[in-house]
């Protein structure tokens, strides 16, 4: 799919800091959503993907939209079978600053997740449910779920669920390594991160 070839490669982009060529990528899938040839399935990952890269680049007005169309709401019972997108009404409400509804959403999504085994989800939810303690500066709380998130994902070798998350989570992975939450993968993910975008600049604590 031409599309997930696009994406991927905006996202990679993105990690080595270079936006141009990461928006040149983007424009090209998103020029795919006008095309015919997508089945509705393609389609709707596509938008989820565009969605997600709009709120990271900080225009969550885009992604709004998008979750309007889709009709979803943070009371709605969450069906496992469209998860990506409440993750993505997660992203937006976490990017919109409205803290306490996402963590609403996030702890009835977790225990969605959890009861039907889906562990990718879990540790995504994690993530982000760590990220909107840290928006709402519980710095202790956002630590011992992030710790969750690193036991789940650390035997998987599940590095790209924190990678993608950009500053707020190099902000909060600095945290951990102070906080010596894990005695290593901290670590390991801002080395990887480092290594991605061709840089040392990760290499010392900002």
Known sequence: M???????????????????????????????????????????????????????????EKASALVQQLGITIEDEIPYARGHEYLLLLRLLLAQGEYDSALSLSERFLQMAESVNRMGQVIEILVLQALIFQGKRELNQALAVLGKAFSLAQPEGNTRVFLDEGEPMVKLLYQAKSHRIDSRYPSELLSALGRVAGTEALSAQP
Do not use: N
Request: hydrophobic share 55%.
């Open 2 to 60: 031409l599309a997930k070839e696009y994406v991927a490669l905006a996202w990679l982009e993105r990690a080595r800091f270079d936006l141009h060529k990461a928006q040149e990528a983007l424009g090209a899938a998103e020029l795919m959503l006008s095309e015919q040839r997508l089945s509705p399935r393609r389609l709707l990952w596509l938008k989820l993907t565009l969605a997600h890269w709009w709120i990271a680049q900080g225009s969550p």
